[in-house]
């Protein structure tokens, strides 16, 4: 019986220990199970639920990108001679954390690399605070010279590293600086064409993406090349650019202007071949410059042009058939009074009956505005909004003004006297020019370009230079807003009548040598910005024309911004035009079309027509004009005081004689190698001697008519290649 | 003493050295003889397996062939698979380098051509043209030969301009 009670003692022990095991294992298990639940429910909510998010902050982390800058595109001229052009360059940062004497350092990189006085940014004391300021980087200098960079690399100094960035080099320096711009230093375009096309000029940048470490070290890295900016072609030709500034610096010496505008225009295609403007700053250093002397005065610049619109008084009045150039008009001795108004010609002068040309030649205001009233305002607002006056040109220049100009129904009934000789208007030097060529061309306006037509680029096309040709004519197909304006004869009459202005009248110091030459002068007084009253020591001088008349290829639009001294167009604008005219038809090989001087033919004393004085209401009129113009116009923001809106009359002063020298070339620079020749004086000859004597000569002709030889072209005594053909008229 | 008893054999010079090595120990054992006394013997045996020839396997020669030629095969695969490998990263560094000297070589023509359009500014050759003495051609001094324009275009002939009007 005794084994019995162990056993069940036994029996009983086990059955008390089993489910204590049982239950344990279950609880680690529990345990266990739980706590991998936990791990899983986390690594699910982490890697599942906020996945997107850690990847972002992951990258954030493990990845940097860098910008890769990209190359700005060229602008060249016409010819494809470089204007703005991009290279490399070094820029010179330093780790501090590698330098141990700061101060030391500073002082050596300073004399180096402190080139420019007035940038403080290399001083010493600059450089120093950097290195004091930055842990691990700290610019020294930014795009250096060649000289410098080479300078510092041979100091050896421990720490100082180089970054190559681009610099933007204009390397004709002033040369049509207004039209370019500049950029600034971070390669944003900030003025003229780089600011107008930046977003195509500046390119897409590239990025190079790298992998880091914790320690920030790179594991590798994948890059994405940037794309270069698009390449431009200007319609400026770089040689015309140059004669035109010379030429306006010449003036601006001698007048010592405020500012002064020449336009050179192409005048079959609307193309600015030129585009001067003075002062002038160089845009390689920008940070030399003052705020004024950015400003396109060309396009962002208005002024009351006075003569010179007479020319759209009388066009119009020709293509309405309203007088001819024949056509005698009564000045009234000189005065006329319109709505109350008094209206007179200049001091001295007391016109009577003239004829329309004649009344042009002499800048009468009474005729013009006899001519405008015969027109009727209706008509003569249409013809000024035909010449694109009061409208944005959109030629591609930043803050190009519309102008001023009211439309009819808030004229007053003076507006049309004083309009027509070129008050209560004010236009820019661009749409003057534009004007000119539209007269000039057969009156066809052509919207001004300064960029030539889009060439595909990039997709391994060449881009191929556009050099001007001079024989051109008007295209077949008129581009986006040509239109005509007047018909062709009227054209013809403008013409001959401009050159009568020219040969006659007020524009005599405009006279070229060799070339026939048509124009217009005006000199305007400006209003004081302090009195809102005309100014009797303020004036822009200016002067319109083209040539040559026979076969017009320059319009020339110049405008002289209050002289010193004497400030009529006649005397300060005229000659611009003609030294301009003369170098730039000399330089593009136009043949003579009159007979060439030994000495200047200009032997001038021009008719002397004085001012006449505006009233005040057409000043309110002009700053009421001001007052409605749009909110981004150019003049509404910067109102400096070359922008004043001027006074005009009618012109021109006894111009002085000028002090030419008679020319003491002896020789012939031919261009070519081939052999040049004098033309022989054919008129009066009969066509048979005509055909022998060219014949002899080397020269070709072109017999037009019957009979003797009255005109020819080239004129006699011009300098031809050999085998140039001469047109010959004869009648009998 | 038996256990200096030495075994002779007709084996040439290793029966002798074997000789002279126990002879050796023999001497030595008088100083082991404070610890242990233990005799060493040194037996030669002599096998022969001249008797033994590798039978021939025909087949297994084949196998190993075959899988010789398969070894050479893969062998050579990845040899040339390696080969143009590493050409090819040699080729890649080579690309990379004359990028970088035709990148080098487009930047120096870009500097040229800045420098060629800083030479050849209009401003400076007519500053130079000053220093030299010389001046702005006169009208019709300079004749292009191969003028642009156009001769046949028509042009109007001008007749010669009447004196002007008397000053008023």
Same mark, same amino acid.
């Given at each position: 019986?005794?084994?019995?009670?162990?056993?069940?003692?036994?029996?009983?022990?086990?059955?008390?220990?089993?489910?204590?095991?049982?239950?344990?294992?279950?609880?680690? %298990?529990?345990?266990?199970?739980?706590?991998?639940?936990?791990?899983?429910?986390?690594?699910?909510?982490?890697?599942?639920?906020?996945?997107?998010?850690?990847?972002?902050?992951?990258?954030?982390?493990?990845?940097?990108?860098?910008?890769?800058?990209?190359?700005?595109?060229?602008? @060249?001229?016409?010819?494809?001679?470089?204007?703005?052009?991009?290279?490399?360059?070094?820029?010179?940062?330093?780790?501090?954390?590698?330098?141990?004497?700061?101060?030391?350092?500073?002082?050596?990189?300073?004399?180096?690399?402190?080139?420019?006085?007035?940038?403080?940014?290399?001083?010493?004391?600059?450089?120093?605070?950097?290195?004091?300021?930055?842990?691990?980087?700290?610019?020294?200098?930014?795009?250096?010279?060649?000289?410098?960079?080479?300078?510092?690399?041979?100091?050896?100094?421990?720490?100082?590293?180089?970054?190559?960035?681009?610099?933007?080099?204009?390397?004709?320096?002033?040369?049509?600086?207004?039209?370019?711009? @500049?950029?600034?230093?971070?390669?944003?375009?900030?003025?003229?064409?780089?600011?107008?096309?930046?977003?195509?000029?500046?390119?897409?940048?590239?990025?190079?993406?790298?992998?880091?470490?914790?320690?920030?070290?790179?594991?590798?890295?994948?890059?994405?090349?940037?794309?270069?900016?698009?390449?431009?072609?200007?319609?400026?030709?770089?040689?015309?650019?140059?004669?035109?500034?010379?030429?306006?610096?010449?003036?601006?010496?001698?007048?010592?202007?405020?500012?002064?505008?020449?336009?050179?225009?192409?005048?079959?295609?609307?193309?600015?071949?030129?585009?001067?403007?003075?002062?002038?700053?160089?845009?390689?250093?920008?940070?030399?410059?003052?705020?004024?002397?950015?400003?396109?005065?060309?396009?962002?610049?208005?002024?009351?042009?006075?003569?010179?619109?007479?020319?759209?008084?009388?066009?119009?009045?020709?293509?309405?058939?309203?007088?001819?150039?024949?056509?005698?008009?009564? %000045?009234?001795?000189?005065?006329?009074?319109?709505?109350?108004?008094?209206?007179?010609?200049?001091?001295?002068?007391?016109?009577?009956?003239?004829?329309?040309?004649?009344?042009?030649?002499?800048?009468?205001?009474?005729?013009?505005?006899?001519?405008?009233?015969?027109?009727?305002?209706?008509?003569?607002?249409?013809?000024?909004?035909?010449?694109?006056?009061?409208?944005?040109?959109?030629?591609?220049?930043?803050?190009?003004?519309?102008?001023?100009?009211?439309?009819?129904?808030?004229?007053?009934?003076? /507006?049309?006297?004083?309009?027509?000789?070129?008050?209560?208007?004010?236009?820019?030097?661009?749409?003057?020019?534009?004007?000119?060529?539209?007269?000039?061309?057969?009156?066809?306006?052509?919207?001004?370009?300064?960029?030539?037509?889009?060439?595909?680029?990039?997709?391994?096309?060449?881009?191929?230079?556009?050099?001007?040709?001079?024989?051109?004519?008007?295209?077949?197909?008129?581009? /986006?807003?040509?239109?005509?304006?007047?018909?062709?004869?009227?054209?013809?009459?403008?013409?001959?009548?401009?050159?009568?202005?020219?040969?006659?009248?007020?524009?005599? /110091?405009?006279?070229?040598?060799?070339?026939?030459?048509?124009?217009?002068?005006?000199?305007?007084?400006?209003?004081?910005?302090?009195?809102?009253?005309?100014?009797?020591?303020?004036?822009?001088?200016?002067?319109?024309?083209?040539?040559?008349?026979?076969?017009?290829?320059?319009?020339?639009?110049?405008?002289?911004?209050?002289?010193?001294?004497? @400030?009529?167009?006649?005397?300060?604008?005229?000659?611009?035009?003609?030294?301009?005219?003369?170098?730039?038809?000399?330089?593009?090989?136009?043949?003579?079309?009159?007979?060439?001087?030994?000495?200047?033919?200009?032997?001038?004393?021009?008719?002397?027509?004085?001012?006449?004085?505006?009233?005040?209401?057409?000043?309110?009129?002009?700053?009421?004009?001001?007052?409605?113009?749009?909110?981004?116009?150019?003049?509404?923001?910067?109102?400096?005081?070359?922008?004043?809106?001027?006074?005009?009359?009618?012109?021109?002063?006894?111009?002085?004689?000028?002090?030419?020298?008679?020319?003491? @070339?002896?020789?012939?620079?031919?261009?070519?190698?081939?052999?040049?020749?004098?033309?022989?004086?054919?008129?009066?000859?009969?066509?048979?001697?005509?055909?022998?004597?060219?014949?002899?000569?080397?020269?070709?002709?072109?017999?037009?008519?019957?009979?003797? %030889?009255?005109?020819?072209?080239?004129?006699?005594?011009?300098?031809?290649?050999?085998?140039?053909?001469?047109?010959?008229? %004869?009648?009998? | 003493?038996?256990?200096?008893?030495?075994?002779?054999?007709?084996?040439?010079?290793?029966?002798?050295?074997?000789?002279?090595?126990?002879?050796?120990?023999?001497?030595?054992?008088?100083?082991?003889?404070?610890?242990?006394?233990?005799?060493?013997?040194?037996?030669?045996?002599?096998?022969?397996?001249?008797?033994?020839?590798?039978?021939?396997?025909?087949?297994?020669?084949?196998?190993?062939?075959?899988?010789?030629?398969?070894?050479?095969?893969?062998?050579?695969?990845?040899?040339?698979?390696?080969?143009?490998?590493?050409?090819?990263?040699?080729?890649?560094?080579?690309?990379?380098?004359?990028?970088?000297?035709?990148?080098?070589?487009?930047?120096?023509?870009?500097?040229?051509?800045?420098?060629?359009?800083?030479?050849?500014?209009?401003?400076?050759?007519?500053?130079?043209?000053?220093?030299?003495?010389?001046?702005?051609?006169?009208?019709?001094?300079?004749?292009?030969?191969?003028?642009?324009?156009?001769?046949?275009?028509?042009?109007?002939?001008?007749?010669?301009?009447?004196?002007?009007?008397?000053?008023?």
């Amino acid at each position: 019986m005794q084994p019995a009670p162990r056993t069940l003692r036994t029996r009983t022990h086990a059955a008390h220990i089993v489910p204590l095991k049982r239950a344990r294992f279950w609880v680690i %298990c529990l345990f266990f199970f739980s706590w991998a639940g936990i791990i899983g429910l986390r690594l699910f909510w982490l890697q599942i639920v906020r996945h997107k998010e850690f990847v972002v902050r992951a990258e954030k982390q493990q990845q940097r990108t860098f910008e890769v800058a990209p190359r700005r595109g060229v602008l @060249y001229d016409r010819n494809l001679h470089e204007l703005a052009m991009t290279v490399q360059v070094d820029s010179i940062y330093a780790d501090p954390s590698e330098i141990g004497d700061k101060k030391a350092a500073a002082q050596a990189l300073a004399t180096i690399v402190h080139t420019d006085p007035e940038d403080n940014r290399t001083s010493e004391v600059q450089i120093e605070a950097r290195l004091n300021a930055g842990r691990n980087f700290a610019w020294i200098a930014r795009r250096v010279t060649p000289a410098v960079s080479a300078a510092v690399h041979n100091l050896n100094m421990k720490g100082i590293y180089y970054q190559k960035e681009f610099q933007r080099f204009y390397p004709d320096n002033e040369i049509a600086a207004q039209v370019l711009g @500049y950029v600034g230093i971070d390669d944003n375009g900030l003025g003229g064409l780089e600011e107008k096309f930046d977003s195509e000029l500046h390119g897409t940048p590239g990025h190079m993406y790298a992998a880091m470490d914790a320690r920030r070290k790179v594991l590798g890295s994948s890059e994405r090349d940037p794309s270069p900016g698009r390449n431009m072609v200007l319609s400026i030709d770089e040689n015309i650019q140059f004669l035109a500034e010379r030429a306006l610096d010449h003036t601006m010496e001698k007048t010592q202007a405020a500012n002064g505008t020449v336009v050179v225009q192409d005048v079959h295609t609307g193309q600015i071949l030129a585009l001067a403007i003075r002062p002038t700053f160089n845009p390689n250093q920008v940070r030399h410059t003052t705020q004024s002397v950015l400003r396109d005065h060309a396009v962002s610049d208005v002024y009351e042009p006075g003569s010179t619109f007479k020319l759209v008084t009388y066009s119009a009045a020709l293509d309405q058939h309203a007088i001819t150039p024949d056509t005698v008009i009564d %000045c009234h001795n000189s005065v006329i009074n319109v709505a109350g108004r008094t209206i007179h010609d200049d001091k001295g002068d007391h016109f009577g009956r003239l004829s329309a040309a004649d009344a042009l030649a002499h800048s009468s205001n009474v005729g013009a505005i006899e001519v405008a009233q015969r027109m009727g305002a209706e008509h003569f607002y249409q013809y000024i909004r035909a010449y694109g006056f009061g409208t944005r040109s959109g030629i591609e220049l930043p803050g190009e003004t519309r102008g001023l100009l009211r439309p009819v129904n808030r004229w007053s009934p003076s /507006s049309i006297a004083s309009i027509a000789m070129g008050q209560e208007i004010a236009v820019t030097p661009v749409q003057l020019a534009t004007m000119v060529s539209a007269i000039a061309n057969g009156g066809v306006y052509l919207p001004p370009h300064i960029l030539m037509p889009t060439q595909p680029q990039n997709n391994g096309a060449k881009i191929l230079p556009s050099p001007f040709r001079p024989g051109a004519d008007i295209p077949n197909s008129l581009p /986006s807003g040509a239109h005509r304006v007047i018909s062709t004869m009227a054209s013809a009459q403008m013409r001959k009548m401009m050159e009568g202005v020219v040969l006659f009248g007020t524009g005599r /110091s405009a006279q070229l040598n060799g070339y026939s030459a048509g124009g217009k002068t005006g000199t305007a007084q400006k209003i004081d910005p302090a009195t809102h009253t005309y100014s009797k020591t303020m004036h822009v001088a200016s002067f319109a024309g083209f040539a040559p008349v026979s076969n017009p290829v320059i319009a020339v639009a110049v405008i002289i911004d209050t002289p010193k001294g004497s @400030y009529y167009g006649a005397s300060v604008s005229a000659p611009v035009f003609a030294e301009v005219a003369q170098q730039v038809l000399e330089y593009l090989g136009v043949p003579h079309d009159t007979e060439l001087h030994a000495t200047h033919p200009i032997n001038l004393q021009a008719a002397a027509v004085h001012e006449d004085e505006g009233d005040d209401s057409s000043i309110n009129a002009l700053y009421d004009a001001v007052n409605n113009l749009p909110s981004d116009d150019p003049l509404r923001s910067t109102p400096t005081k070359s922008a004043q809106p001027a006074s005009a009359s009618s012109n021109a002063q006894p111009a002085p004689p000028p002090v030419l020298a008679a020319p003491t @070339y002896t020789k012939t620079v031919t261009i070519g190698g081939a052999k040049s020749l004098h033309v022989p004086s054919l008129t009066g000859l009969p066509v048979r001697r005509v055909i022998e004597q060219a014949g002899a000569a080397g020269l070709d002709v072109q017999i037009v008519g019957n009979g003797t %030889c009255r005109q020819q072209a080239p004129a006699p005594g011009s300098i031809v290649p050999s085998g140039t053909r001469i047109v010959v008229r %004869c009648g009998r | 003493m038996a256990a200096y008893a030495t075994m002779h054999d007709e084996f040439g010079r290793g029966a002798k050295r074997m000789a002279g090595h126990n002879a050796e120990l023999l001497a030595q054992q008088p100083l082991r003889r404070r610890r242990v006394r233990t005799p060493e013997f040194f037996l030669t045996k002599n096998f022969d397996n001249s008797r033994l020839v590798k039978a021939s396997d025909p087949v297994r020669l084949r196998q190993m062939r075959v899988f010789g030629a398969a070894s050479a095969a893969l062998f050579s695969l990845v040899m040339v698979y390696g080969l143009q490998h590493f050409y090819a990263i040699e080729s890649s560094y080579h690309v990379e380098q004359e990028k970088q000297i035709r990148d080098q070589l487009r930047e120096e023509n870009r500097q040229l051509r800045l420098t060629q359009a800083e030479l050849t500014q209009p401003a400076r050759i007519d500053a130079m043209a000053k220093q030299l003495g010389l001046g702005v051609p006169q009208p019709g001094q300079v004749v292009h030969a191969n003028s642009r324009f156009d001769q046949n275009t028509p042009v109007e002939a001008q007749a010669t301009p009447p004196p002007p009007p008397p000053a008023q």
